[in-house]
């Protein structure tokens, strides 16, 4: 399980309600614009897989998968598998704890 994941909420909470989260496949299917970082459930379906491998290719997103799908709590949508944070800061400060470079 991934430490602080409090923190981690918190800072996607901030990114929602910022206008900074793209949530869902349906969402992130053909989006063009600047990522900075793509979170996804490692148990997601083929056209879910399609878009992350997508973001992988083409894009300098960083693109992180994690166990357990914690989206659906974080973002309070239903089996909600992948989602797309398109603020540099947020992304980056997401980035530290998903890493442990936070303790504590």
Do not use: H, W
């Not at 053909?30 to 894009?59: E, H, M, P, S």
């Amino acid at each position: 399980m991934i430490q602080n994941i409090d923190k981690i909420k918190g800072l996607i909470n901030i990114a929602n309600k910022a206008g900074y989260l793209i949530i869902g496949s349906d969402a992130l299917k053909g989006y063009n614009k600047k990522l900075y970082l793509l979170l996804y459930d490692l148990d997601i379906g083929k056209n879910t897989q399609k878009i992350v491998n997508q973001f992988k290719l083409n894009t300098d997103c960083i693109v992180y998968g994690i166990e357990d799908c914690i989206y659906c709590k974080i973002v309070n949508v239903p089996n909600c598998k992948i989602v797309g944070i398109k603020n540099k800061g947020l992304s980056e400060e997401i980035i530290k704890y998903l890493r442990g470079d936070y303790i504590g």
